[in-house]
């Protein structure tokens, strides 16, 4: 079994760049693909990376996904933030023992 | 346009019962695997349970194997949620998802990336005496 840990928080201004990490506990990061969800206040969940670093049509390419296998993390970068990108954001992987998992959670402040 | 509703959601005693809905629309239901995801007030998301396709494969988180079954009707495009001896720590808004289609794993004659494509908008499950 294993566990995503995100950050709690992170912050930064409007058009800079911010990147929220997801340490996946034990085995490799690389052994599933992680996939990253914004929820804006009131609203649910949407994808905004799946498969460790593709982008669903819609999302802006301001919002890129990656994993390092020497840190055991993936990592969702979101470039030029915009006021509209406050939201939390959740990373998840699937794993055939243990089916879906999903880190804590990590708010983003756009100030 | 996909869409999924869920419904039945409400105020329920401890140690009660209660059925959710998730009514899909826009899709080939029967094709993709679903998932009933929940969200304590102010915390964090989480896998519940999830069934193939056909409904042939049902998995449970180990926090409501026991005690919630997950069922569907592929003649109604319909996503179900039974949920037995419900205890305060089962309050949440339970959201229905699609399996989002990829190359992550395959189960059921069908592959997915790992995660979920769509969602529902949720339903509040309340659990107090």
């Known amino acids: 079994n294993f566990m995503l840990t995100q950050p709690h928080s992170v912050s930064e201004s409007p058009g800079k760049t911010v990147t929220i990490s997801c340490t996946r506990s034990s085995g490799s990061i690389a052994s599933n693909y992680v996939q990253w969800y914004q929820q804006r206040p009131g609203s649910s969940p949407t994808t905004v990376i799946y498969?460790?670093?593709?982008?669903p049509s819609g999302v802006p390419d301001r919002f890129s996904g990656s994993i390092d296998s020497s840190s055991n993390s993936a990592s969702l970068t979101i470039s030029g933030l915009k006021t509209e990108d406050e939201a939390d954001y959740y990373c998840q992987s699937y794993d055939s023992s243990i089916y879906w998992v999903f880190g804590g959670g990590t708010k983003l402040t756009v100030l | 346009e996909v869409q999924l509703l869920e419904s039945g959601g409400g105020l329920v005693q401890p140690g009660g019962s209660l059925r959710l809905s998730c009514a899909a629309s826009g899709f080939t239901f029967s094709s993709y695997a679903m998932s009933w995801v929940r969200q304590a007030p102010g915390k964090g998301l989480e896998w519940v349970s999830a069934?193939?396709?056909?409904?042939?494969?049902?998995y449970y988180a180990d926090s409501v194997k026991g005690r919630f079954t997950i069922s569907r009707d592929n003649s109604k495009n319909t996503l179900y949620l039974q949920m037995n001896s419900l205890r305060a720590e089962d309050t949440a808004v339970y959201y229905c998802?699609?399996?989002?289609?990829?190359?992550?794993?395959?189960?059921?004659?069908?592959?997915?990336?790992?995660?979920?494509?769509?969602w529902g908008q949720g339903t509040l499950v309340t659990v107090s005496s």
């Open positions: 069934i193939s396709g056909s409904g042939g494969s049902t």
């Open positions: 498969e460790d670093n593709q982008r």
């Open positions: 998802a699609k399996a989002a289609p990829g190359v992550g794993y395959c189960s059921g004659g069908s592959c997915y990336s790992g995660g979920f494509d769509y």
